[in-house]
């Protein structure tokens, strides 16, 4: 491993010039602690993969967590809707059997009525009616979602508002209400208030890059003086920490 840039320039660059595909963060993960909820997702979803027939993983990424999911089912099928992670995914799942789709903003699932027997959408929005209509009877459904109060902190540094999303996720409880009138039996929830801690500002900025959507626009050079006076918080307290908000929901179609 190359020893850490050390200068505030240094770190910059070396963040710019790192490659970031799919859902992959793995460039960084000596440098930034991210905090575990009491629930395994992979564990659970792996327990429905195992039980099913027919599977769709919406917002698939670069389909890496799908892949570590296998052996999938013979029918087993992904969305994303982020352009540059469509073809990772594609490359990755294609030797596994799952066919990826795009999808739109309207959250339009390119499957018909009833042709799947499990949902898993691992942060990605989703309109819980198109779940409803994708799942055959008692298909079930498994979510977990990044709450309105993801990384809180580090908006207010850059002066944003938290973004408007498809999905109430103010709490597991609002977005259980969406899940269960779109007629699915939420049959388990949970919310989890955690950390992300950055222990260098090449690795906020690298996490910045990886999700444009939590400041719109970034760049180093435009936020750069913010980034100045992260980067001198971190040299005095030893991390910059914001908020990482999980919520875990499992439904079961029952009509």
């Given at each position: 491993?190359n020893?850490l ?12 010039s ?9 460039a960084i993960?000596?440098r ?12 659970i979803?792996k327990?429905k993969?195992?039980?099913?027939s027919g599977?769709l ?12 999911l ?15 992670n ?5 490359r990755?799942l ?14 339009r ?14 942060h990605?929005?989703?309109?819980p009616?198109e ?19 993801n990384c809180?902190?580090l ?5 944003l ?13 609002a ?8 007629g699915?039996r939420?049959e ?21 890059r990886?999700?444009?959507w939590?400041?719109p ?5 435009r ?7 992260i980067?001198?918080?971190i040299?005095?307290r030893?991390?910059?920490?914001t ?13």
């Amino acid at each position: 491993m190359n020893p850490l840039p050390s200068s505030f320039d240094q770190l910059l660059e070396e963040a710019e010039s790192l490659p970031f595909s799919g859902w992959d963060f793995s460039a960084i993960e000596d440098r930034w602690r991210v905090g575990h909820p009491p629930w395994d997702y992979r564990t659970i979803a792996k327990e429905k993969v195992a039980h099913a027939s027919g599977l769709l993983d919406l917002g698939t990424g670069g389909g890496e967590f799908l892949a570590s999911l296998a052996p999938l089912p013979a029918r087993s099928f992904a969305t994303e809707g982020y352009p540059p992670n469509l073809e990772v995914a594609r490359r990755r799942l294609a030797p596994l059997g799952v066919r990826v789709d795009p999808i739109g903003k309207d959250n339009r699932i390119p499957l018909p009525d009833r042709s799947v027997d499990l949902v898993l959408s691992r942060h990605e929005e989703f309109d819980p009616n198109e779940v409803h209509r994708v799942l055959s009877a008692q298909g079930k459904f498994v979510t977990q979602q990044v709450g309105g109060r993801n990384c809180e902190e580090l908006r207010e540094r850059f002066g944003l508002q938290a973004s408007k999303s498809t999905n109430d996720t103010s709490s597991v409880a609002a977005l259980s209400g969406e899940v269960s009138g779109a007629g699915l039996r939420v049959e388990r929830r949970e919310e989890a208030i955690l950390a992300y801690e950055f222990l260098d500002v090449g690795a906020l900025v690298y996490f910045l890059r990886a999700v444009p959507w939590e400041v719109p626009g970034f760049s180093t050079s435009r936020h750069r003086a913010m980034l100045e006076r992260i980067h001198g918080e971190i040299a005095s307290r030893g991390s910059f920490r914001t908020t990482h908000h999980l919520m875990l929901v499992l439904a079961k179609r029952t009509r």
